[in-house]
Nanobody, 127 residues
């Protein structure tokens, strides 16, 4: 069953913006989203890569490829994670996934350490 639910994907032209959201499904305890949450993406034919993560203490990490363009944030009251994506490039085209794990982020970019995932939302950036 779906543990996290993403929304906000779509198609934009290069230079445009999108905002992704992620919230726990009705079947998922809010405990799951209390600690480390992150965004990952996977383009066709490429490996999944970490995009950004936010820790329970508000510590934020970004992949070098999105620094200065993407902003991760979290609404703790509503257990909702966001990813504001500005200045989008064609190479940002991918399926974007929300992930969560219990405990601190640490090596946040290791997808295998996350136990909870969403079904993904497609982001397509045209040149």
């Amino acid at each position: 069953q779906v543990q996290l639910v993403e929304s906000g994907g779509g198609s934009v032209q290069a230079g445009g913006s999108l905002r992704l959201s992620c919230a726990p499904s009705r079947y998922t305890s809010s405990r799951v989203t209390r600690d480390c949450m992150a965004w990952f993406r996977q383009a066709p034919g490429k490996q999944r890569e970490g995009v950004a993560a936010i820790d329970r203490d508000g510590v934020i990490s970004y992949a070098d490829s999105v620094k200065g363009r993407f902003t991760i944030s979290k609404d703790n009251a509503n257990n909702t994670l966001f990813l504001q994506m500005n200045s989008l490039k064609p190479e940002d085209t991918a399926m974007y996934y929300c992930a969560a794990r219990i405990g601190y982020c640490g090596t946040w970019y290791w997808g295998s350490t996350y136990g909870y995932w969403g079904q993904g939302t497609q982001v397509t950036v045209s040149s």
